[in-house]
């Protein structure tokens, strides 16, 4: 059987020198783009995703209410309409959840003996490096100059 669990983050306190080192990274993307900086520092990602979560709870109980409503006053076009409303916060709910709990997949990333595959295992274009690997890259060979 396929291992099916699904890997949380954990925060785990950074050390000194790795704390200096991110300071010094913060510092470099300021210095290099304020704009981006002051962007990348006032969004949260998994906030805005917590919200539409719970807008899509919202929305599926609003939808439950119209197709009870619907059965009060016998209207199929009410009942139809509060169905499409409990659907679309459900997959908006649904859709937002995983970035909303910060949970990660795990599953195979990495290039195989075929060549390039996608999250799912299917030829196709290689994933790209993540943000932090491109950032910490770009840092040293700025600083190993």
Same mark, same amino acid.
């Given at each position: ?45 998994? *906030?805005? $995703?917590?919200?539409? %979560?719970?807008? +899509? ?5 609003? &939808?439950? #209410?119209?197709?009870?409503? @619907? ?26 959840? *995983?970035? $909303?709990?910060?949970? %990660?997949?795990? +599953? ?5 003996? &075929?060549? #390039?595959?996608?999250?799912? @295992? ?24």
């Amino acid at each position: 059987m396929a291992d099916c669990t699904a890997h949380l983050e954990v925060d785990v306190p950074l050390s000194e020198h790795e704390q200096r080192l991110l300071e010094q990274i913060e510092r470099a993307l300021v210095d290099d783009d304020p704009k981006f900086a002051s962007t990348v520092r006032t969004s949260d990602r998994r *906030q805005k $995703a917590r919200r539409k %979560v719970q807008l +899509g709870a919202v929305l599926v109980v609003i &939808g439950l #209410a119209v197709m009870v409503g @619907g059965v009060a006053l016998p209207s199929v076009l009410v009942g139809v309409l509060g169905s499409l409303i409990s659907f679309g916060g459900l997959a908006l709910g649904v859709l937002n959840y *995983q970035a $909303a709990t910060g949970a %990660v997949e795990n +599953g195979p990333t990495a290039a195989g003996p &075929g060549g #390039a595959t996608t999250a799912r @295992g299917k030829p196709g274009k290689a994933r790209r490096q993540p943000m932090k690997d491109r950032l910490e890259e770009r840092f040293r060979r700025r600083y190993d100059q």
